[in-house]
């Protein structure tokens, strides 16, 4: 009976290994891409909260917040040089 068991389980270790190594393929996107995938990201968030503001100072208030946040977040970021950073939150403070 062990015989049986010893062998059956290996095999089953075996297929799961491969199953599972198959499943774990990960696609990278290039660096170039994901810059500007996170910057669109800013952009879009920052256009979601100027739309849903009433007035003009609460526009600034928020938009001011919004950048101070994003300036803390790129710093920390390993796509984003400190030139690349600060060019993004020029685009942002147009917005």
Same mark, same amino acid.
């Given at each position: 009976? %062990?015989? *049986?068991? @010893? !062998?059956?389980?290996?095999?089953? =270790?075996?297929?799961?290994?491969? *199953?599972?190594? =198959? ?5 990278? /996107? !290039?660096? =170039?891409? /994901?810059? &500007? %995938? ?6 879009? &968030?920052?256009? +979601? @909260? #100027?739309?849903?503001? +009433?007035?003009?100072? &609460?526009?600034?208030?928020? /938009?001011? #917040?919004? @950048?101070?946040?994003?300036?803390? &977040?790129?710093?920390?970021? @390993?796509?984003?040089? %400190? +030139?690349?950073? /600060? +060019? ?8």
């Amino acid at each position: 009976m %062990e015989t *049986i068991v @010893i !062998p059956a389980v290996i095999l089953l =270790g075996i297929v799961l290994f491969f *199953i599972f190594k =198959g499943q774990n393929d990960l696609s990278f /996107k !290039p660096k =170039g891409v /994901k810059k &500007e %995938e996170i910057s669109q990201n800013y952009i879009n &968030e920052l256009k +979601d @909260i #100027l739309s849903s503001c +009433d007035t003009k100072e &609460e526009k600034i208030a928020q /938009k001011k #917040l919004f @950048i101070q946040k994003t300036n803390s &977040e790129l710093s920390r970021n @390993i796509f984003f040089s %400190e +030139d690349e950073s /600060k +060019d993004l939150l020029k685009k942002l403070s147009v917005v």
